[in-house]
Structures are given as C-alpha cells and as structure tokens.
Nanobody, 128 residues
Framework: QVHLVESGGGLVQAGDSLRLVCAAS????????MGWFRQTPGKEREFVAY????????YYTDSAKGRFTISRDDAKNTVYLRMNSLVPGDTALYFC?????????????????????WGQGTQVTVSS
C-alpha cells in the first residue's frame, strides 16, 4: 500500500506560481511512475503531467507545456509540480497518483484508471 499526501495549493492571482508537493509513504520498495491530475466540479479527472519511475520520461497536457514542470526526489519520496504563469483555467483540485512503471508505453500515462494509488488532493484557485 502506498499513501500519497498533496500540499502546496492555495489562492493566487493570474501570472503567479505555485509548487505542489506530493509526499509518498508506505510500501515504496517497488518503483512507481507518478502523475498529476486535476478535477473541477462536474468534470472528469484530467491528466496534467507524468514522470516515469526514474525521471527519464515526462509528459504534459498541452495547456501545461512550457508552464508546468514535474520532478521527483526519490531520496525524499516526493514528487513536485512547479506551475508558472497560472491562469484562471488552472483552477482545480490537483491530485497526485502512483502507478506501475512504464506507463509511457502505449500512452497509458494519461489515463487515470492506470494509476493504483491517489492522494486526497490540494486545491488551486487562480483569480483573474
């Protein structure tokens, strides 16, 4: 079992930056691919960013490219999402998720149902 806890969300203005943090604990002997998703009321969970188990491969949703950066520090069992140039459309509840390695194969990284473990989310609100 893997336990994930997100933090770092908040209320910011358009153009500001935030760094989300996902702390992992539990059974971490196996490597995990990690993803960030977001969700707004009435909508399905949306893929934001992905990093492979060794940090060698990363993917982003189109709206995040050039603004967001996903990174991981396995010594601290932590994954980060740096978000720059935030816009009101980034407002959502952000979740981190852990999945088996090699989700990059067949583009499985963008599907929420390919991740086994989820945090409780951290709210990001961007005002105009």
């Amino acid at each position: 079992q893997v336990h994930l806890v997100e933090s770092g969300g908040g209320l910011v203005q358009a153009g500001d930056s935030l760094r989300l943090v996902c702390a992992a604990s539990g059974y971490l002997d196996n490597p995990y691919d990690m993803g960030w998703f977001r969700q707004t009321p009435g909508k399905e969970r949306e893929f934001v960013a992905y990093t492979s188990w060794n940090g060698g491969i990363s993917y982003y949703t189109d709206s995040a490219k050039g603004r967001f950066t996903i990174s991981r520090d396995d010594a601290k069992n932590t994954v980060y999402l740096r978000m720059n140039s935030l816009v009101p459309g980034d407002t959502a509840l952000y979740f981190c998720a852990a999945g088996v390695p090699s989700l990059w194969a067949d583009n499985r990284y963008s599907r929420a149902d390919n991740y086994a473990y989820w945090g409780q989310g951290t709210q990001v609100t961007v005002s105009s």
